[in-house]
């Protein structure tokens, strides 16, 4: 089946608009699939002594808007944020993805996403990527063979910054979602999607190998991002199909603590599991 991409993108945010079209490039044909979305401005809101972030409330909004777009066209939607990487094997992937009806089962799928899971949980997904593609030898992905479909059932999980809606279900999660912003304090769309997920209301999938990633750096347009995040995100890239490993290892290396310094029990966990990801394929 045809599938639409739309990239969610501030009017301004010139320079995350030309980022994210060279990243859109990479898909060769497949970017002219792709329209930018203007983005709901937070800037622009009125104060709410119920967010945290008026960006939070206008990132949500976005997304629903993005949705609602696109309900009339009957094919597979892509969203985008404006600031991720993509994977020069993404096409090729959402194009089988979108074609197969075994798919059709999930509410949203999400082309790559954050988990909360301990080393060993992280080191099985670190199998599963390497089973789906091929690599050079430095490790850097030449192609990808075959991909899975992991449900996230059970899962805690908390991204929305790239996933798949098909057209069954795309009036059924525009619903589930607009009730949200109205709830006191606000809660943030991936968290809702979360919360969803949990109580079965929403069958949540993702790609393995992960087909875009996020940037890796210490600030957003929402907020400042810690250590811990950064690692999580590196761990992201470490399963990602166009992954860079120098990239990684240097990223790896920034975030080392000073010699003094004693890193938290989140953050030791989480440099072993980028540690688990990464080895194997170093050795190669």
């Given at each position: 089946?045809?599938?639409?991409?739309?990239?969610?993108?501030?009017?301004?945010?010139?320079?995350?608009?030309?980022?994210?079209?060279?990243?859109?490039?990479?898909?060769?044909?497949?970017?002219?699939?792709?329209?930018?979305?203007?983005?709901?401005?937070?800037?622009?809101?009125a104060?709410?002594?119920?967010?945290?972030?008026?960006?939070?409330?206008?990132?949500?909004?976005?997304?629903?808007?993005a949705?609602r777009?696109?309900?009339?066209?009957?094919?597979?939607?892509?969203?985008?944020?404006?600031?991720?990487?993509?994977?020069?094997?993404?096409?090729?992937?959402?194009?089988?993805?979108?074609?197969?009806?075994?798919?059709?089962?999930?509410?949203?799928?999400?082309?790559?996403?954050m988990?909360?899971?301990?080393?060993?949980?992280?080191?099985?997904?670190?199998?599963?990527?390497?089973?789906?593609?091929?690599?050079?030898?430095?490790?850097?992905?030449?192609s990808?063979?075959?991909?899975?479909?992991?449900?996230?059932?059970g899962?805690?999980?908390?991204?929305?910054?790239?996933?798949?809606?098909?057209?069954?279900?795309?009036?059924?999660?525009?619903a589930?979602?607009?009730?949200?912003?109205?709830?006191?304090?606000?809660?943030?769309?991936?968290?809702?999607?979360?919360?969803?997920?949990?109580?079965?209301?929403?069958?949540?999938?993702?790609?393995?190998?992960?087909?875009?990633?996020?940037?890796?750096?210490?600030?957003?347009?929402?907020?400042?991002?810690?250590?811990?995040?950064?690692?999580?995100?590196?761990?992201?890239?470490?399963?990602?199909?166009?992954?860079?490993?120098?990239?990684?290892?240097?990223?790896?290396?920034?975030l080392?603590?000073?010699?003094?310094?004693?890193p938290?029990?989140?953050?030791?966990m989480?440099?072993?599991?980028?540690?688990?990801?990464?080895?194997?394929?170093?050795?190669?």
């Open positions: 089946m045809d599938w639409d991409g739309a990239y969610i993108n501030l009017d301004r945010s010139i320079g995350r608009r030309r980022h994210i079209e060279r990243e859109l490039a990479k898909m060769g044909a497949h970017a002219a699939r792709y329209r930018r979305f203007a983005a709901v401005d937070g800037a622009a809101m104060p709410s002594a119920t967010l945290v972030n008026s960006g939070e409330l206008a990132c949500y909004l976005s997304h629903v808007e949705m777009a696109h309900r009339e066209s009957g094919r597979w939607l892509h969203v985008v944020e404006d600031d991720i990487v993509i994977s020069p094997h993404a096409g090729g992937v959402i194009e089988r993805i979108t074609a197969d009806p075994r798919f059709a089962v999930y509410d949203i799928i999400f082309t790559n996403n988990f909360v899971s301990s080393p060993t949980q992280w080191g099985v997904l670190g199998r599963l990527f390497d089973s789906c593609v091929s690599l050079d030898e430095c490790g850097a992905v030449t990808v063979d075959e991909f899975h479909i992991i449900d996230l059932d899962m805690h999980f908390s991204s929305m910054t790239s996933y798949l809606i098909g057209p069954r279900t795309l009036e059924r999660v525009i589930l979602l607009s009730a949200y912003p109205r709830d006191n304090p606000f809660t943030p769309i991936d968290d809702v999607c979360l919360r969803y997920a949990r109580s079965g209301s929403l069958k949540a999938g993702c790609v393995i190998p992960f087909l875009t990633v996020p940037t890796i750096t210490r600030e957003s347009l929402l907020r400042a991002i810690p250590d811990e995040r950064l690692i999580q995100m590196t761990m992201e890239h470490a399963i990602f199909a166009g992954r860079d490993m120098a990239a990684l290892h240097g990223g790896l290396e920034a080392a603590p000073a010699p003094e310094a004693r938290s029990i989140t953050t030791a989480l440099r072993r599991c980028v540690g688990m990801l990464i080895a194997p394929t170093s050795q190669v």
